[in-house]
């Protein structure tokens, strides 16, 4: 009877933790608390256990690089908290070099996301873009950014559930890495 190994163990529980992620800010539009916190927990307790101090550092360092990647889209209303204390708990899972490639990925499956978001509701792409451009056309007629003052109708705006994107992308490297193709070194070695 074989044993698993440590380097699967964290994995095998951030796979069904992302589904789950995904599920439930789609159904919910946010990320509970509840998966977060004991995700980060875990990791950080795991990687102390096998590696003592250098894993905590490990942990705490991609905790603390995935919280501030998605703390300005947080700060300007971009995505909720859960969605910033969820790349949190993935960087204290895969540490500081994991959780940017994954945020990487993370943003170009965001970005096809928003974009099918938008072909699928193209009533209210339409009014975007006309927004943005009266804006930009302000901006270079008056030399001054003016926000737009009209009432903008959040029932039909599309939700965009970034846990589905956070999902995508932290699979995408983990299983990229898997296979053996470390993104980290083909991107910045």
């Known amino acids: 009877m074989s044993t698993l190994q440590p380097e699967f163990i964290l994995p095998l529980l951030l796979f069904p933790a992302l589904i789950f992620a995904a599920l439930y800010d789609l159904r919910y539009q946010k990320i509970p608390n509840l998966l977060n916190f004991p995700l980060a927990l875990f990791a950080l307790i795991y990687h102390t256990a096998f590696t003592g101090l250098n894993g905590l550092a490990f942990g705490v360092t991609g905790m603390l690089l995935g919280t501030a990647l998605f703390l300005p889209p947080y700060i300007f209303g971009g995505m909720g908290a859960g969605d910033t204390k969820l790349m949190g708990a993935i960087g ?3 540490g500081a070099k994991g959780v940017f490639v994954s945020a990487l990925f993370t943003a170009i499956f965001g970005g ?3 974009v099918l978001l938008l072909l699928v509701h ?3 792409a339409r009014t975007l873009m006309q927004r943005t451009w009266e804006g930009l056309k302000t901006l270079v007629l008056v030399r001054r950014y003016i926000p737009d ?3 903008q109708s959040t029932n ?3 939700r965009l559930c970034y846990g589905i994107a956070i999902a995508l992308g932290t699979l995408t490297h983990v299983l990229l890495q898997h296979l053996g ?3 980290w070194n083909r991107l910045f070695a």
């Open 112 to 114: 096809l996301y928003a």
């Open 181 to 183: 193709i470390d993104v």
């Open 149 to 151: 003052s009209s009432p």
């Open 122 to 124: 193209r009533g209210y």
């Open 92 to 94: 204290a899972v895969l």
């Open 156 to 158: 039909t705006s599309p």
